[in-house]
């Protein structure tokens, strides 16, 4: 039996503590699903297709993974659509324990879907997409927090001119 899951996320953009979380799911899991899902009343800095993009570059060719856009869905139809059962996501606190533990409960309540989370590596603890993005804005350096390409593009399009 294919064992499948979802990585499930805004990803605008994707960091590199989101690649270590779905690149350990893809050692637990024959095939994992990267689900980029946006909310369609939130503008973005990178539209799902450039998320997308984004990902495919930082993960390479790492087989038995696949990434897909969905938008303005419930997790648990996404899961539903492509046949996971699973949904992974890295923790870096308590924090976001706190913001994953009731969407775990609801999703389980909705399906049954199960959720497994996976402690963030602590090297990355401090990495999130929205403080990324307010490094970039004002001009800071991101290196080594998402992918030489995703810096480049965060400087492109928010620092100031
Ligand atoms: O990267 P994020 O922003 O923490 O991801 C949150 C996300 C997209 C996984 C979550 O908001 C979600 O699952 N959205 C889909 C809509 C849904 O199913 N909402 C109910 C969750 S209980």
Redesign the pocket.
């Known amino acids: 039996m294919t064992r499948r899951c979802v990585c499930?996320?805004?990803?605008?953009p994707v960091t590199l503590g989101h690649v270590d979380a779905i690149r350990r799911a893809a050692s637990l899991f024959d095939e994992v699903v990267v689900?980029v899902?946006?909310?369609p009343a939130k503008q973005g800095v990178f539209t799902p297709d450039e998320r997308r993009a984004l990902i495919e570059d930082a993960l390479g060719d790492l087989p038995g993974v696949s990434v897909e856009v969905f938008g303005g869905?419930?997790?648990?139809?996404?899961c539903r659509e492509v046949g996971a059962d699973v949904v992974v996501?890295g923790l870096r606190s308590d924090t976001d324990f706190a913001?994953e533990l009731?969407?775990?409960l609801?999703?389980r309540h909705?399906t049954g879907v199960e959720t497994v989370f996976l402690p963030g590596e602590p090297s990355l603890a401090h990495v999130s997409?929205s403080l990324v993005k307010e490094v970039a804005r004002y001009g800071g350096d991101v290196s080594g927090l998402v992918t030489d390409r995703v810096r480049d593009e965060l400087a492109a399009r928010l620092t100031p001119r």
């Open positions: 499930p996320g805004s990803y605008d689900a899902l946006h909310n869905r419930l997790l648990v139809d996404v996501k913001y009731p969407m775990a609801m999703n909705l997409s």
